[in-house]
């Protein structure tokens, strides 16, 4: 019922995927970067069937506790057939924990299956699609006199300890690929330490965008996007980001330096067995 695509395979599904933007944004997203870079070879891609699939999914394969807080993403253009891999196929383990990044509008499907298999399933987030379309049309930002650096593997603890949710460790895995393999900004001060940061999921997303508090009001935030959606652009990914809902500072920082959102679409994460993995 599920496929793993091969290499040439997933170039295909990378320009197919390109039809359906930006519902397809993050699956598409992790297939530019997958087929560029092939920095994150723990994610399995399966689809339905082939050449004409309706559901891809880019899921992690989990070797250790720390990997299971890499998500699952999900695009699917039929809503049944979605249903039908979520309720009888083996790719999802209903007894464990997992998490799928994906449409707003697949919520009562995941709630449905999941009642129906008496476990419990949260949605954790509920975001814009933020895009940046044209990266010369970025406002001008003064940066003079400001250390702007990469993050490294020493600063994996500070950006686990105050992102959200990245409580009790379990995101060290997550945070720690993320720095070793994809494109990273911050902001360092005097002594060297990171007082600003801002990461790329494996999706090509940009986020984790995090100030200290005594650091805030410097304008740090705005170079750190505006840089690292310059360096994003430059290798070829698409420059875009997810923002909660409720985050009005987040939406209006992005919005002020050019990113759109579609009205129409909104993304969402579902943690299932939630309370496994924060034992």
């Known amino acids: 019922m599920a496929f793993e695509l091969s290499e040439d395979q997933l170039k295909t599904a990378e320009n197919e995927l390109k039809k359906y933007l930006p519902m397809s944004q993050q699956v598409y997203g992790f297939l530019v970067i997958r087929n560029r870079v092939r920095s994150d070879p723990v994610r399995r891609v399966l689809v339905d069937k082939w050449p004409q699939f309706r559901v891809i999914m880019c899921k992690p394969q989990v070797e250790q506790k720390s990997d299971l807080f890499k998500d699952t993403l999900l695009f699917a253009t039929d809503a049944a057939v979605l249903e039908e891999i979520l309720s009888k196929s083996s790719v999802f383990d209903w007894s464990k924990y997992f998490c799928v990044g994906t449409s707003v509008s697949h919520t009562e499907i995941f709630k449905a299956v999941a009642s129906a298999k008496g476990v419990p399933c949260k949605r954790v987030a509920k975001c814009y699609l933020m895009t940046l379309e044209d990266v010369s049309r970025l406002p001008p ?85 505006s840089s690292l959606a310059k360096r994003n652009h430059a290798l070829g990914y698409p420059v875009y980001s997810f923002i909660e809902e409720e985050n009005a500072v987040s939406y209006r920082l992005f919005t002020n330096l050019g990113f759109t959102e579609d009205p129409s679409y909104r993304e969402a994460w579902f943690r299932v067995n939630e309370f496994q993995i924060f034992q």
């Open 141 to 225: 930002v003064d940066s003079s006199g400001i250390s702007v650096s990469s993050l490294d593997e020493s600063h994996i603890g500070l950006v686990s300890q105050t992102w959200k949710f990245g409580k009790d460790d379990v995101a060290v895995g997550l945070i720690r690929n993320m720095i070793a393999n994809f494109p990273s900004c911050c902001v360092l001060d005097a002594e060297g330490k990171p007082v600003s940061w801002i990461l790329t999921y494996a999706s090509g997303a940009i986020g984790m965008l995090y100030t200290l508090p005594e650091h805030r009001g410097k304008g740090y935030a705005k170079i750190l996007v």
